[in-house]
């Protein structure tokens, strides 16, 4: 009886141990497929890296006259984005603070 016991012991422990590495194979395979994608693809690596971004950015409460805010937007001018998307909700402000959103 315990002979029968100790086999069926050890083929649990095998199949846990096959399911493991067959797991393994299958994201080594995933992997390597991702590799070949980005190698072969026209764009090469800059499709994974994210350099034809969308910025979104966010403003929130009244527009004011704010120098962190400006400098924060003539970053984003001179980034790789390809897009930005402006979200702002805001009651109003100034004059003078809304000239930071204007083009150039």
Known sequence: MSLDSDVIVDRRR????LTF??????LGVIAAVVAVAVVVSPSGRGAISGSNAIARVK???LIRSD?????????LEKS???AVIVHINSPG????GSN????R
């Open 93 to 96: 402000g100034t004059t003078a």
């Open 67 to 75: 120098q962190t805010r400006v400098e924060a937007l003539e970053r």
């Open 14 to 17: 095998i199949r846990r141990k």
């Open 21 to 26: 590495w067959r797991a393994v194979a299958a």
């Open 59 to 61: 403003i929130d409460g």
């Open 100 to 103: 930071s959103f204007t083009t």
């Open 80 to 82: 790789s984005a390809a």
